[in-house]
């Protein structure tokens, strides 16, 4: 997630689907759920411009790193798991994930966070990869060589069933696979209004 082809690929690629699916507007506060090194967080400042954004992450070099990498006022940045958010209720305008809830052992957890601590009607707007994508071609040397929680990996038909059952509306839905070489997907969720 850290390394440059990684962000390329985030902006030229990743970013222009959802774009795409969503037209928020007027956000006052975002998530990022696994900031990593920043790279999303400059990511969602230039493209969705939010007047502050919170970026999260487990790892707290990695929070060091996109501090120093984003010195702007409007951005702060916590050690903090996203299956436990330290946040009120209905605090958030959107939540952005780029690639991290199927690393989440309790994805179902960290998507209840998500969906309390959003706003009615407030979006999600992700790009994660699901089980399909480590079950042939070059995933199935990924799931070699990588770390990821595989026995409580989603499909993504059950993730996207799950965010139904807690009261989310799936308003875009596309996979992708460029260059036949990864299997991901795009979406951008609406919570119902309460």
Not at 60 to 85: G, H, Q, T, Y
Request: proline share 4%; hydrophobic share 40%; charged share 30%.
């Amino acid at each position: 997630m850290n390394n440059p082809m990684r962000a390329l690929v985030q902006e030229k690629y990743e970013l222009k689907i959802l774009r795409s699916m969503t037209s928020i507007k007027d956000a006052r506060r975002v998530l990022e759920i696994g900031c990593g090194n920043g790279n999303g967080i400059k990511l969602i400042k230039k493209y969705f411009s939010p007047e502050h954004i919170v970026g999260i992450d487990l790892d707290d070099r990695m929070i060091k790193l996109a501090s120093k990498r984003n010195p702007d006022a409007s951005i702060s940045f916590k050690v903090m798991d996203a299956s436990n958010l330290d946040f009120p209720d209905t605090y958030f305008d959107a939540v952005f994930d780029f690639g991290i809830i199927h690393h989440i052992p309790d994805y179902r957890g960290a998507l209840k966070e998500i969906k309390r601590v959003l706003k009615p009607k407030g979006e999600l707007i992700l790009e994660d990869m699901s089980i399909e994508a480590f079950t042939g071609g070059i995933g199935k040397l990924w799931r070699i060589l990588s770390d990821h929680p595989y026995q409580s990996m989603y499909t993504a038909e059950q993730f996207t069933g799950f965010l139904k059952e807690i009261g989310f509306t799936v308003k875009n839905y596309k996979k992708s696979n460029p260059f036949k070489m990864v299997k991901f997907f795009s979406l951008n969720a609406v919570k119902d209004g309460e």
